[in-house]
């Protein structure tokens, strides 16, 4: 079965492979240690090399531009593994980003240049190519040989201008002018892993250094919204849609009113590559510990682990996942939720999971009614407990035991519950949108976007055995035929037409 992917990055990891003049294409894989890839668990390894991709019978791909940011590239980690992943990573480029040599704007230009650089390549002795998207009536999903293309930008960052100046808004909105120009952009994700103006992050990494990605605004931004009002600009025939993925709860409740205020509600929403909570935003029945530390403006949360609906499986309640609230305003907008390949994402980590919160948003995070949560001051209670600090957040994940096909229909179940109390199918909605290449700990059965085929029967016959009549009147094959390719191709038919 042909798949299409909503998000994946394909030259993320050649990108940091030496510099431009001796870069491998991003048709090549790069491959690590035994010993590297065994403490990451496959983090390393390509997991969507455009070869990859080939083999893997991708039509479509939403490739995702990411220029590393300048935070991550400060960490001593990321530059000792430089040294140690074959010598093929060149910390040469990080240290050109820590140095302000590269600003956003350059590296995300010259990341799609690199993209474009080799159109075609042998692939098992087969002639493959990339061909850019630019009209829906030139996709031909029957072609096996052909991989079609449109493009997203992943972070704000990616705006900056200068030596990584962020001040002037209509400077970082001519950029995205800019890139609206040169490339389909179906979506932007307005926020990633550091801070930036126009609108606040949800924790999401914590190995490169606890304190480098701790969230510190509040929300959405006067810069914020006049991004989502160029996006939703048409221009070029065409306007961009807004992906929800790494925004804060409070900035996610803050964009929901903002559309509706603005009557923007007919666009669709994006969620390009997340896990969902299994619970509401009111919920705080799995909330183990609330710590903020004396002098500290933000909030250290740690979890109990949510059951899932399949038996042995989990959810992760973190705030960078999507509640059912957010659940519903998805499916409301008409939008589609790209279901991640990252276990730790969608509930396979074998111990609670953690994160910080922005002290400026934590009434985004209590009840409508009076919080039953209890606040600690304790230093005691903020220090990392045993185990707690892992490289890449992902060495406690035990590959033999986790199933990690049970965890991503786990995901499209509660979708499709969640569809099912304000009467929409779900089965509709839901997409892959694997994040491959941007750093995941990938399902283990899937280690790379070459054993798709395998991970689309192994997922019917999960739905085949797990009571699907009970979520959807859809059946197994048609439920991940619409999952695999047919909702994402809706989607971007849409969007290729404007036809909202």
């Known amino acids: 079965m042909r798949y299409t992917d909503l998000h994946v990055h394909v030259s993320l990891k050649t990108m940091l492979c030496k510099d431009s003049s001796a870069r491998p294409s991003c048709w090549t894989n790069i491959n690590v240690s035994e010993t590297i890839d065994f403490i990451s668990k496959n983090t390393f390894d390509s997991q969507s090399s455009l070869s990859q991709l ?19 590239a400060d960490v001593d980690l990321l530059q000792i593994l430089a040294r140690l992943v074959d010598k093929k990573l060149a910390n040469k480029r990080l240290r050109q980003i ?21 159109s075609t390549h042998l692939v098992d002795g087969k002639h493959k190519q990339l061909k850019v998207l630019q009209n829906w009536q030139d996709y031909n999903p029957s072609n096996p040989d052909t991989i079609h293309v449109i493009f997203t930008l992943e972070g704000g960052h990616s705006l900056r201008y200068g030596k990584n100046e962020h001040a002037n808004a209509e400077k970082m909105l001519d950029n ?5 120009k040169r490339m389909p952009m179906l979506y932007i994700t307005m926020a990633h892993m550091q801070q930036m103006v126009f609108a606040n992050h949800a924790y999401g990494i914590k190995s490169a250094g606890k304190y480098y990605f701790v969230p510190k605004g509040s929300g959405l931004t006067d810069y914020g919204k006049k991004l989502i009002d160029e996006c939703y600009t048409e221009r070029h025939e065409r306007k961009v849609l807004v992906d929800v993925k790494h925004l804060s709860l409070r900035s996610r409740i803050d964009f929901y009113a903002y559309r509706k205020q603005m009557e923007y509600e007919n666009m669709p929403i994006i969620a390009s590559h997340v896990g969902v909570t299994g619970i509401s935003r009111t919920n705080h029945l799995y909330v183990r510990k609330l710590v903020q530390p004396m002098l500290r403006k933000f909030f250290k949360v740690v979890y109990k682990q949510v059951p899932g609906i399949i038996e042995g499986t989990f959810f992760n309640p973190s705030t960078i996942n999507m509640y059912d609230e957010d659940i519903v305003e998805i499916l409301k907008s008409d939008g589609i939720i790209g279901i991640s390949f990252d276990i730790r994402i969608i509930g396979g980590k074998r111990k609670p999971p953690k994160e910080f919160l922005s002290s400026y948003e934590a ?8 919080s039953t949560l209890e606040v600690s001051n304790s230093e005691v209670d903020f220090q990392d407990e045993e185990g707690d600090e892992d490289i890449f957040d992902g060495k406690d994940l035990d590959y033999k035991q986790l199933e990690g096909v049970l965890h991503f229909a786990n995901q499209v179940l509660h979708i499709l519950q ?3 109390r304000i009467g929409i199918d779900a089965s509709g909605y839901v997409a892959i949108g694997t994040d491959y290449d941007g750093l995941v700990a990938s ?11 395998d991970f689309s029967e192994k997922l019917i016959n999960v739905f085949d055995n797990c009571g699907l009549q009970n979520y959807t009147s859809v059946g197994s094959r048609e439920l991940v035929e619409k999952i695999m390719f047919k909702n994402t191709e809706r989607q971007i038919q849409r969007w290729l037409t404007n036809s909202y």
Not at 54 to 62: E, F, R, T
Not at 365 to 370: A, G, K, L, P, V
Not at 443 to 453: H, T
Request: aromatic content about 12%; overall charge negative.
């Open 363 to 370: 009434y985004s995070f209590t009840s409508d009614t009076d």
């Open 176 to 180: 995205f002018r800019h890139f609206r």
């Open 418 to 420: 969640v569809g099912n």
């Open 443 to 453: 399902l283990p059965e899937v280690p790379n976007a070459s054993a798709m085929p």
């Open 98 to 118: 820590k140095q302000n040599q590269w600003t956003s704007f350059q590296y995300a230009n010259d990341e799609l240049d690199h993209i474009l650089s080799d």
């Open 54 to 72: 080939a083999k893997g019978n991708c039509s479509l791909a939403v490739v995702a531009l990411y220029p590393l940011e300048t935070k991550l």
